[in-house]
Nanobody, 123 residues
Framework: QVQLVESGGGLVQAGGSLRLSCAAS????????MGWFRQAPGKEREFVAA????????HYADSVKGRFAISRDNAKNTVYLHMNSLKPEDTAVYYC????????????????WGQGTQVTVSS
């Protein structure tokens, strides 16, 4: 069992930056693939980024490539999403997820989810 708690969301102007954090409970954090998804109002939840257990392999949605970076600190049981050059269309609730299954770009690959943190980008 893994419990995930996101933090770091907020209101930022377009072009600004935010860093989201996801703190995980449990001693097996380092064995999980970790992912970030987001859901904008009226839209389905979509994949943002994922990182494998060691941090050596990452995946990104095309919409965030070059602007967002996912990283993890297994000693702190925490995964991060560094978001730069934010756009109004990045506005959404961002969710952290943990899992083992593939593909890591789909919700089905994850067994555990956080409650989400709101990111609002003003124009």
């Amino acid at each position: 069992q893994v419990q995930l708690v996101e933090s770091g969301g907020g209101l930022v102007q377009a072009g600004g930056s935010l860093r989201l954090s996801c703190a995980a409970s449990g001693r097996t954090f380092s064995s999980y693939t970790m992912g970030w998804f987001r859901q904008a109002p009226g839209k389905e939840r979509e994949f943002v980024a994922a990182i494998n257990w060691s941090g050596g392999n990452t995946h990104y949605a095309d919409s965030v490539k070059g602007r967002f970076a996912i990283s993890r600190d297994n000693a702190k049981n925490t995964v991060y999403l560094h978001m730069n050059s934010l756009k109004p269309e990045d506005t959404a609730v961002y969710y952290c997820a943990a899992g083992f299954a593939a593909p890591v770009t789909t919700q089905g690959g994850y067994a555990y989810w956080g409650q989400g943190t709101q990111v609002t980008v003003s124009s």
